[in-house]
């Protein structure tokens, strides 16, 4: 860079960073969501092409002025939707790093690389999951992790049948059977779908009372597809599913994998992480067995996105399923015996997440990220309670995790009006702007949901959540049934 062009990145590099810091410093001053203005829609959706560039510090204006405003609203005490965290300060210091820095990872000798072996590792250790060198990955999230995941379990089993699914696809074989709970997520679908496993042979299981997954539905399932000609192959178990935050009995759904030779996946993308909280990471035992777990450092750990990873037992299924050296590639001098973290998945060109994974930890240490998961899994206990101890609120599910599932039920109304009522609560509570939640649907009934993931959401903050709720209910025109 010329020195005139490094001077105005170090001068507008330096207004950037208070623009970030102001933006977080004063997030509880704006609305948690606010809908888009119509000028600023269509300034933000239609702008045209610029002939000639303009300077850095011009940019910085648009994104004040144009952007800035329109959070999605993660960023606030007051955000339950979804399962999506503030920004860690350590992430966020050390993003504009990266991207100075800009490396693909996908191998070689550099810092980036390296320093994934490490994010890596940590991750393995922090949710108590078994870490032999080079098995795992970071991926753009929990989707890509289970792609990954789904295409190893379907390499291995065509190997189990001497054949190579790399080389000769799926054709000619007996379909193969996915299993996961009625509320597994969709990732695993589309994963199943993609990689021409078909969603026919997706198998839901049925949940108990608690949103869990049924170990004796499971072994039924697998007994009737064997008994049908298709070869049982994958069970994916949740550790935190994104309806209530239910842990599916894992040692035990372990244990039917082992027996039945079946490939068993944990999707931990939000819930691994609550492993570490004393109490309800008993409930994760048996997570230590699973054959792969995805988890997203992008949720409860509050890693900037994106950062997804996900974690084998053995390093050499993934290497078997995605390796693929050209010569281009290809270096003689290359000592690493585990190879490129490109020949572990289907990314070539790979940023450097590990640096915003690395920085979060190392900031946070062991101590800060169980504290962190302690106190928002606290903080949803309490909301169960302050919801059970109403009677206009019910709750839907236990407190597992940090998810509350729940419903308004003022009393003078109906099923019809409150089912009504309960649909329409969540886009009425975000409008307010003082609130954002989502909603789901719970055994075929509409409800509630709120996920405390930040670090600065106080039990004040409940409280003003379900008045909240009861505003918006009275705001909405009740539909006559
Ligand atoms: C978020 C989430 C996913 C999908 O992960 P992405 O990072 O969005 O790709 C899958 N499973 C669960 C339980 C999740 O919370």
């Known amino acids: 860079m010329t020195d005139l062009r490094l001077t105005d990145l170090r001068r507008a ?35 045209p092409l610029p002939a000639a560039g303009r300077p850095l510090a011009d940019l ?17 005490p007051r955000f339950f939707g979804w399962v999506n ?37 940590w991750l393995a250790e922090l949710v108590g999951f078994p870490h032999p060198p080079g098995a ?14 789904l295409a190893t379990a379907r390499q291995r089993a065509s190997r189990q049948q001497g054949r190579d699914v790399r080389e000769t696809g799926l054709y000619g074989q007996p379909p193969l059977a996915v299993y996961l709970s009625t509320e597994g997520h969709s990732c695993l679908r589309k994963a199943a779908e993609l990689l021409g496993l078909g969603s026919r042979y997706l198998r839901t299981v049925p949940v108990d009372g608690a949103y869990r997954m049924d170990p004796g539905a499971l072994r039924r399932l697998i007994a009737a597809d064997r008994a049908a000609g298709v070869r049982p192959m994958f069970v994916a178990a949740s550790a935190g599913t994104v309806n209530t935050g239910a842990v599916d009995p894992l040692a035990e759904i372990a244990g039917i994998a082992r027996e039945h030779g079946l490939w068993f996946h944990v999707d931990g993308a939000y819930g691994a992480l609550g492993a570490l909280a004393e109490g309800t990471g008993r409930g994760y035992a048996g997570l230590e067995q699973a054959d792969s777990l995805a988890l997203d450092p992008h949720k409860w750990l509050g890693v900037p996105v994106d950062a997804g990873c996900v974690l084998f037992r053995d390093p050499v299924g993934p290497r078997d399923t995605f390796s693929l050296v050209p010569p281009y590639l290809r270096q003689d001098d290359d000592g690493d015996p585990l190879g490129w973290f490109s020949e572990y998945g289907p990314e070539q060109t790979r940023p450097f997440r590990a640096l915003r994974v690395w920085a979060t930890i190392a900031h946070l240490g062991r101590d800060g990220i ?33 998810v509350i599932a729940f419903r308004h039920r003022p009393t003078a109304l109906d099923v019809d009006r409150t089912e009504a009522l309960n649909q329409a609560i969540p886009a009425a509570v975000q409008r307010r702007g003082h609130a954002f939640l989502t909603g789901t649907r719970l055994s075929g009934r509409a409800a509630l949901r709120a996920c405390v993931l930040h670090p600065d959401t106080t039990e004040a903050d409940l409280g003003v959540l379900l008045d909240e709720i009861r505003t918006a209910a009275q705001e909405i025109d009740a539909p006559t049934v």
Do not use: K
């Open 136 to 149: 795992g990955l970071l991926t753009s999230g929990t989707s890509m992790a289970t792609i990954i995941a």
């Open 13 to 47: 590099g330096r207004s950037a960073a208070d623009l970030a810091a102001d933006h977080l410093a004063t997030v509880t001053d704006r609305p948690v969501w606010r809908p888009v203005a119509d000028a600023d829609r269509s300034w933000l959706t239609r702008q």
């Open 370 to 402: 169980s504290q962190l998961v302690r106190r928002t899994s606290q903080l949803a206990r309490t909301l169960a309670t302050m919801i059970e101890a109403s009677d206009d609120f019910e709750l839907l599910a236990p407190a597992t995790t940090s």
């Open 60 to 76: 910085l204006d648009d994104v004040r002025d144009r952007m800035l405003p329109y959070p999605m609203g993660n960023g606030h």
């Open 85 to 121: 965290s503030p920004p860690s300060p350590a992430g966020v210091l050390v993003a504009p790093l990266a991207a100075a820095m800009n490396p693909s990872c996908a191998g070689g000798e550099h810092a980036g690389v390296l320093l994934e072996r490490t994010a890596v590792r």
